[in-house]
C-alpha cells in the first residue's frame, strides 16, 4: 500500500455536530398563550357576573330541561330527517336530464340559500296571515264554479284552522327544514357526482334500474363525501334551533333560559348556561360524527389503499382474501 493510499484510509471525516433548530416563537407562543389561559380562568374563579350557584341551580330546572329535549333535540332530530330527505329528492332532481326538473330544483335551492334562517322563521312564524284556513281538494273549485255558472262551489274534502296546524313548533320545522334541503341537496349533488362514472355504467349494463342505481351503487360510495358536511350541518342545525326564539317556540332550550334570565335580572349567566348546554350537546355530534366519517371511510386513504393494494396481490399469487399478508378490515 502506497502512502497516499493509507493516508487516504486513515483520514475520516470529523463526526457531524447536529445541532437542534431552536424555535423561540414557540415558546413564545406558549408563554402568552399560558398568560391568557390563567387570567381567563381567573375571571372565571372571580368574578361574580357568572354566579355559578345561580346558574348551576337554575339550568337543570324541569322547564329546560323540556325545552332540551322537546326543543332543541327534537326539532333538530325532525328538521334534519325531512332536510335530508328531502335534499335527496332535490339532488336527484337536479341531475335530471329533463331541463323543467333541473330548473325546478335550481330554483329551490337558490330561494332557500339566499334567504337567512332567521328571515325564513320570522316569515314562517307569521304565514298563518295569508290563510284562515288550510284546506285539501280541487284546486281552483270556485272559479271553476264562475266559469260554468254555478256559484259558490266547494269541492273540498277536509281542511285546518291556520292557528291549529301552523303552530310556533310546525312553523318553526317548515322553516328550518325547507332551508337545510336546500344545503343537503347541494351536499349530496356533490356526493353522487365524486362517483366515478364506469360504476354507473357498469350498473346500468347489469340491468339496474335508476333507482336500485342509486340506492345500492351510488349512494352507498357517495356517502365517504356526504358523511362530513351533513355531521357539520347537524350541528349547525342543532344551533340554528335557538333561532326559534323568535318564530316564537316556547318549547325550547334558550328561549325558556332567555325567559329564565329576564325575569330574575340575571342574563348573563343563563346564557353562559346556554353555552354550557350547546358545548355538551354539540360534543356529542362530534363523537356521533367520528365513527361515521370512520364507518363510510373504510377502504381510503392511505391505510385503506394497502389494504387494497395487499389483496390485489393476495389474488394475483392466487392467495386469496385469506393471505396472511392481510390483516382484517
Same mark, same amino acid.
Not at 320570522?122 to 284562515?132: D, H, K, P, R
Not at 349533488?189 to 351503487?217: F, P, Y
Given at each position: 500500500?502506497?502512502?497516499?493510499?493509507?493516508?487516504?484510509?486513515?483520514?475520516?471525516?470529523?463526526?457531524?455536530?447536529?445541532?437542534?433548530?431552536?424555535?423561540?416563537?414557540?415558546?413564545?407562543?406558549?408563554?402568552?398563550?399560558?398568560?391568557?389561559?390563567?387570567?381567563?380562568?381567573?375571571?372565571?374563579?372571580?368574578?361574580?357576573?357568572?354566579?355559578?350557584?345561580?346558574?348551576?341551580?337554575?339550568?337543570?330546572?324541569?322547564?329546560?330541561?323540556?325545552?332540551?329535549?322537546?326543543?332543541?333535540?327534537?326539532?333538530?332530530?325532525?328538521?334534519?330527517?325531512?332536510?335530508?330527505?328531502?335534499?335527496?329528492?332535490?339532488?336527484?332532481?337536479?341531475?335530471?336530464?329533463?331541463?323543467?326538473?333541473?330548473?325546478?330544483?335550481?330554483?329551490?335551492?337558490?330561494?332557500?340559500?339566499?334567504?337567512?334562517?332567521?328571515?325564513?322563521?320570522?316569515?314562517?312564524?307569521?304565514?298563518?296571515?295569508?290563510?284562515?284556513?288550510?284546506?285539501?281538494?280541487?284546486?281552483?273549485?270556485?272559479?271553476?264554479?264562475?266559469?260554468?255558472?254555478?256559484?259558490?262551489?266547494?269541492?273540498?274534502?277536509?281542511?285546518?284552522?291556520? $292557528?291549529?296546524? =301552523?303552530? +310556533?313548533?310546525? *312553523?318553526?320545522?317548515? %322553516?328550518?327544514?325547507? #332551508?337545510?334541503?336546500?344545503?343537503?341537496?347541494?351536499?349530496?349533488?356533490?356526493?353522487?357526482?365524486?362517483?366515478?362514472?364506469?360504476?354507473?355504467?357498469?350498473?346500468?349494463?347489469?340491468?339496474?334500474?335508476?333507482?336500485?342505481?342509486?340506492?345500492?351503487?351510488?349512494?352507498?360510495?357517495?356517502?365517504?363525501?356526504?358523511?362530513?358536511?351533513?355531521?357539520?350541518?347537524?350541528?349547525?342545525?342543532?344551533?340554528?334551533?335557538?333561532?326559534?326564539?323568535?318564530?316564537?317556540?316556547?318549547?325550547?332550550?334558550?328561549?325558556?333560559?332567555?325567559?329564565?334570565?329576564?325575569?330574575?335580572?340575571?342574563?348573563?349567566?343563563?346564557?353562559?348556561?346556554?353555552?354550557?348546554?350547546?358545548?355538551?350537546?354539540?360534543?356529542?355530534?362530534?363523537?356521533?360524527?367520528?365513527?361515521?366519517?370512520?364507518?363510510?371511510?373504510?377502504?381510503?386513504?392511505?391505510?385503506?389503499?394497502? $389494504?387494497?393494494? =395487499?389483496? +390485489?396481490?393476495? *389474488?394475483?399469487?392466487? %392467495?386469496?382474501?385469506? #393471505?396472511?399478508?392481510?390483516?382484517?378490515?
Amino acid at each position: 500500500m502506497t502512502t497516499d493510499e493509507a493516508t487516504t484510509v486513515r483520514a475520516r471525516p470529523e463526526p457531524i455536530r447536529a445541532v437542534p433548530v431552536r424555535h423561540p416563537g414557540r415558546w413564545i407562543a406558549v408563554a402568552v398563550l399560558a398568560v391568557l389561559t390563567a387570567m381567563f380562568v381567573h375571571l372565571l374563579v372571580t368574578n361574580k357576573a357568572f354566579n355559578w350557584s345561580f346558574m348551576v341551580d337554575k339550568m337543570f330546572r324541569p322547564p329546560i330541561i323540556e325545552g332540551l329535549l322537546r326543543g332543541t333535540v327534537l326539532m333538530t332530530v325532525s328538521a334534519m330527517l325531512i332536510g335530508v330527505g328531502l335534499g335527496v329528492v332535490i339532488a336527484v332532481v337536479r341531475l335530471s336530464d329533463n331541463p323543467i326538473l333541473r330548473g325546478v330544483g335550481w330554483l329551490y335551492t337558490w330561494f332557500f340559500r339566499a334567504v337567512p334562517r332567521l328571515v325564513l322563521l320570522a316569515v314562517f312564524g307569521n304565514i298563518g296571515i295569508l290563510w284562515s284556513r288550510v284546506e285539501f281538494g280541487v284546486p281552483f273549485d270556485t272559479q271553476l264554479g264562475h266559469l260554468f255558472g254555478i256559484d259558490n262551489l266547494q269541492l273540498r274534502l277536509f281542511g285546518f284552522s291556520s $292557528r291549529d296546524i =301552523l303552530t +310556533g313548533f310546525m *312553523a318553526g320545522l317548515l %322553516g328550518l327544514a325547507l #332551508s337545510e334541503a336546500a344545503y343537503m341537496a347541494e351536499i349530496v349533488r356533490a356526493g353522487i357526482q365524486s362517483v366515478d362514472e364506469g360504476q354507473t355504467e357498469a350498473a346500468q349494463a347489469l340491468g339496474l334500474s335508476r333507482g336500485q342505481l342509486l340506492r345500492r351503487v351510488v349512494l352507498p360510495q357517495a356517502m365517504r363525501v356526504i358523511i362530513p358536511p351533513t355531521g357539520n350541518e347537524t350541528i349547525a342545525m342543532l344551533k340554528d334551533t335557538s333561532l326559534l326564539l323568535y318564530v316564537p317556540v316556547s318549547v325550547e332550550l334558550f328561549f325558556q333560559l332567555d325567559a329564565v334570565g329576564k325575569r330574575t335580572f340575571q342574563i348573563f349567566p343563563m346564557y353562559v348556561a346556554a353555552c354550557l348546554w350547546y358545548l355538551f350537546l354539540t360534543s356529542i355530534l362530534l363523537v356521533g360524527q367520528y365513527f361515521l366519517e370512520r364507518h363510510f371511510g373504510k377502504g381510503y386513504g392511505t391505510a385503506g389503499r394497502a $389494504r387494497l393494494r =395487499l389483496r +390485489g396481490m393476495a *389474488a394475483e399469487t392466487g %392467495g386469496g382474501g385469506n #393471505s396472511g399478508m392481510v390483516g382484517p378490515s
